[in-house]
């Protein structure tokens, strides 16, 4: 054998020689071309063909024996194939051996010959073939024997989809390379387990790569066959086959034909698919099935989009000895795991959807843009990051020239569906065979197929009007959702018994199985807790885009909507008793997203406007602020406020009820005189139009009496409430929950109007009655046991009101448990009534736990929790320790500003606060400073005559008066 060295690269046209073992004991044919003597004797030499048959026995040594039918004659006496030794000895393509002798036993006509394999046993041997043999690497030496005679080697049913010039290395492709090491199958599946099993099913959403990973381990395994000679890219440490067969496993006779034509070409045979009966090619199949299980060939069966188990039973093929299973499947049905286990392939990171945007649209025609990473990082997360929906934005975007930001403003337009804005079939990238539009059809069609029949396509029609992010998972459970899921049930089912909440149950269970809903990175929680049941904290997802095609093919969105809303409605008002309990804050949370999602999937239709405004519409904005979104409450009711008075009027019902909503947060942002002046507009407008005694006006007066009072005159307050309760009484009767309302809110407004002991005599008065109409343990009841506990303090007795804290806190505890929000304000008025009675450490001490748990509960930037901040920094400072205090306020303020805004009254006392203890921490003239700009603040945005006003008067007088007596730089010895 010669080992040619070159030193410049030359073209090489063709494929690299393919190296063999022969096996077995039956004798292969051969051939061989090599120069013997004779072939010299006209003259020029030639070569001469050898041709017989090889025999797998070694002859005592390691030699084989190469027999020849004939042998030429030599008339110089010379033996017959001197000058023959060298020659290449091929087997069904493969080199095998080197011709090195001829015996004299037979009159030097037997050839022997080296096998190949043997000559890797010789390290220098290896070293030079692997360094200077084309390959980079040392070739694969392939098995055959004597059965194989009549087949060609290697040899691919199916045609494997090329793969994108665009892939991109993720981890599932070194997972997979790993799982099929040593011949086991793979279903590339939806969530990951432990490596070893019989197969690697790959599973996923549609259109999250499967198909392109398969190819791309195809091609690999093609490459290290000899099959292609280009270059070969990530996960190439991969065995070659001999045989590999790629099905597009649409259906079960799909796969049976595809397996007929593997027994064809495997020379079993079979009739090739097309040819012969149903039963013939099931016996084909069947043949090929056997043959995986004998064969020492080394196999490779991909069996692409299976929609289901069921399509590959009876039909798997087995493992058992060199062969591989590749799955791919939007399906996580358990059956799968019979045969293998799952790889997950999920959406694209965050880096690789950016850099495979970057790569698609780095073309020459699109000079012109400039479109920077945020534009595009943008786009992958308003495609979900799906990686078909990437790529056919990109193939769009090349298409039509567009920006990345025009893309993602055509995206946005709900007046568009997404078959306007993705390539026609024709102009899909990448041998892609679906639009992202109908990309999910086969699976939602296969999902209401399943039983109960006809209920999973409009479940997840309502699911898509909702957050897909998260949906509480006991919402399809409401009774609204059952009705609709009835009335929406697709037809031509023949179901007669009426939708319930376990039909609803396993349809979600078959949506998540078919990756339709769930289709995240991360393992999502299941809708059914362990003891069956649905748990308030379980969430379904669903791909944004999933959602918006099923959205677009929904025939009666407008149903789809009014169900999701009511459904809400539903479950918000179960719920209302609860809803600001710790365990609630997040369900409620989710409940508000869900919400502004159904409002944005009805922006076109106005659907939650016909023929009033839905209930939800309010519901969410009072939601919005009860979880510290003052802000986000009075933009909401905003929209509301002018939506309705475009659609009713400016007397319609809705358009007052929103009016009087929107004046209730305007005030509670801190715009105190909109507040005012809306509410006096509204109480107009209802007195007019529904009269003095209308519960809606006694209501707007009550609204209007409070903001009078924040608004800086309690005594105005006090009066009106006196009013409005002579009327209530008239109107409603002494024993109805307003009167108790009232009659608090009177109570309390004596008391900050100046008289604290009235205010704690008339809660006094009111409790028994609140027992007796409300109950002992209902919230009014206890809330007024409260106020009476603080008004006692007010009043002068401080140590009286820590006893009724005390004694009010585990009735609290008990009644609404320890994380509702109401039982921490009353450990807040403890913590304070505590330091008013001469505890200052205790209550600094009573405020940090307070504070832990508020931030657990609401987060940190709910209103509530910056109040518990506020009350830790002023006892801090009650405690001697200015200097803390002065750092605890200064790190409160920024966030109280981005959280609530300038003018918001905690914002301003934070201020005030912060002014003071700077002065007692040694810098009087940075107190004055500092108080002259809250007097101005304050001065415009609550009057001169407001109590906050005139107390930072009373401190910026005393800290000019302190600043001048120590000549500006001393320590006072007392805060004011």
């Known amino acids: 054998m010669a080992l040619v060295w070159l030193h410049e690269a030359v073209e090489v046209d063709g494929v690299p020689v393919r190296w063999g073992r022969v096996g077995g004991t039956e004798p292969v044919r051969y051939e061989g071309a090599g120069f013997p003597l004779f072939a010299r004797e006209a003259g020029e030499p030639e070569f001469e063909y050898l041709r017989g048959e090889l025999l797998p026995v070694a002859t005592g040594g390691r030699l084989r024996v190469l027999d020849t039918r004939a042998w030429p004659t030599s008339g110089r006496g010379e033996r017959p194939w001197a000058g023959a030794s060298g020659s290449a000895v091929f087997c069904h393509g493969r080199l095998v051996g080197v011709a090195v002798e001829d015996g004299p036993k037979l009159g030097w006509r037997r050839l022997y010959a080296e096998p190949v394999d043997e000559l890797f046993t010789d390290p220098g041997f290896t070293d030079l073939l692997e360094r200077h043999g084309g390959l980079g690497r040392l070739p694969l030496i392939e098995e055959m024997q004597a059965g194989d005679a009549t087949v060609d080697w290697p040899r691919q049913v199916g045609v494997v989809p090329q793969v994108s010039g665009l892939f991109q290395h993720r981890a599932e492709v070194d997972t997979l390379a790993r799982a099929l090491d040593g011949g086991r199958q793979a279903v590339l599946g939806q969530h990951s387990v432990s490596l070893g099993s019989r197969a690697q099913v790959v599973a996923g959403t549609g259109g999250v790569g499967k198909t392109q990973l398969a190819a791309h381990y195809a091609t690999a395994v093609r490459r290290a066959s000899g099959w292609l000679t280009t270059p070969g890219g990530s996960a190439e440490n991969v065995d070659g086959a001999d045989l590999l067969v790629w099905v597009d496993a649409g259906s079960r006779q799909a796969v049976i034909s595809a397996f007929a034509q593997a027994a064809a070409v495997t020379d079993l045979d079979a009739p090739t698919a097309g040819n012969g009966g149903g039963d013939e090619q099931e016996q084909a199949a069947r043949r090929f099935l056997a043959w995986t299980q004998t064969t020492a060939r080394r196999w490779l069966v991909i069996l692409d989009d299976v929609p289901e188990p069921g399509v590959l039973a009876g039909w798997w093929p087995s493992t058992g000895g060199r062969g591989r299973v590749i799955v791919t499947t939007r399906s996580r049905e358990a059956a799968f795991t019979h045969h293998g286990t799952f790889i997950h392939v999920g959406l694209f990171t965050p880096d690789e959807a950016l850099n495979y945007l970057r790569r698609a649209l780095d073309d020459p025609s699109r000079a012109s843009h400039t479109d920077d990473d945020q534009d595009l990082a943008g786009l992958a997360e308003d495609l979900g990051r799906l990686p078909l929906a990437l790529a056919q934005a990109a193939a769009f975007l090349l298409d039509t020239g567009r920006s990345v930001r025009a893309y993602r403003d055509l995206l946005a337009d709900r007046a568009r569906n997404l078959r306007e804005i993705t390539p026609d079939i024709g102009g899909l990238p990448d041998e892609q065979r679906r639009t992202v539009a109908a990309l999910w059809d086969e699976s939602v069609a296969l999902a209401d197929s399943r039983q109960p029949a006809g209920v999973a396509r409009p479940l997840l029609q309502l699911l898509s009007v909702l957050d897909g992010s998260g949906i509480p998972a006991h919402l399809p459970a409401s009774e609204a959702a059952l009705a609709y899921l009835q009335a929406a049930r697709t037809p031509g089912h023949g179901a007669i018994r009426k939708v319930d909440a376990e039909d609803m149950h396993t349809s979600l269970a078959v949506l998540d199985r078919l990756n339709l809903i769930n289709p995240a990175e991360a393992p999502i929680d299941a809708a059914h807790g362990a003891d069956g049941e649905v748990s308030e904290q379980r969430m379904v997802r669903m791909h944004q885009l999933i959602q918006r095609a099923v959205r677009e093919a929904d025939s009666d969105p407008s149903a789809t909507v009014r169900a999701g809303a009511d459904a809400l409605v539903e479950v918000w008002q ?314 605890a306020f200064e790190t409160l303020l920024p966030d109280i500003l981005r959280v609530l805004g300038p003018d918001h009254h905690l914002t301003l006392t934070t201020r005030n606060s912060l002014a003071l203890v700077q002065g007692e921490a040694g810098d009087p003239l940075g107190a004055v400073a500092a108080l002259e700009d809250v007097l101005a603040d304050r001065l415009r945005v609550l009057g001169p005559d407001h109590p906050n006003t005139l107390i930072t008067r009373d401190n910026l007088a005393y800290w000019r008066a302190a600043s001048a007596a120590n000549g500006g730089d001393a320590t006072t010895s007392r805060s004011v």
């Open 574 to 887: 179960d719920t209302e008793h609860s809803l600001e309990t710790g365990g609630a804050q997040a369900l409620a949370q989710r409940l508000r997203a869900n919400a502004a999602a159904l409002e944005e999937a009805d922006v076109e239709m106005g659907t939650l406007w016909e023929p009033t405004a839905h209930e939800v519409l309010y519901i969410h904005g009072k939601s919005l602020g009860a979880a510290g979104g003052v802000d986000a409450a009075a933009q909401h009711f905003t929209r509301m406020a002018e939506q309705s008075l475009r659609r009713f009027g400016p007397e319609h019902p809705d358009t007052l009820r929103t009016r009087f909503h929107l004046a209730r947060w305007q005030g509670e942002s801190g715009q105190l005189g909109g507040a005012l002046a809306a509410l006096e507009g509204v109480l107009a407008d209802r007195l007019r139009l529904l009269g003095p005694d209308h519960r809606d006006t006694l209501t707007a007066r009550s609204d209007l009496a409070h903001w009078q009072g924040e608004a800086g005159d309690p005594a105005g307050a006090e009066a009106a409430y006196k009013l409005l309760l002579v009327d209530q009484l008239r109107v409603l009767g002494s024993h109805h929950r307003d009167i108790i309302t009232t009659r608090g809110n009177l109570a309390r407004w004596r008391g900050i109007a100046g008289d604290p002991a009235g205010a704690a005599a008339a809660y006094a008065k009111l409790l028994p009655d609140a027992r007796r109409v409300l109950g002992p343990d209902h919230l009014h009841t206890l809330l007024t046991r409260n106020n009476l506990a603080r008004w006692q303090g007010e009043a002068g007795d401080a140590e009286g009101a820590v006893t009724a804290f005390e004694a009010l806190l585990p009735d609290m505890l008990r009644v609404l448990g320890p994380d509702h929000p109401q039982t921490m304000v009353v450990r807040s008025n403890l913590a304070s009534w505590r330091g008013r009675a001469g505890d200052p450490v205790g209550a600094v001490a009573a405020f940090e736990e307070v504070l832990a748990d508020r931030l657990r509960v609401l987060g940190p930037d709910h209103p509530s929790t910056l109040t518990a901040r506020y009350n830790l920094a002023h006892w801090r400072g009650r405690t001697g320790d200015a200097a803390g205090a002065v750092a």
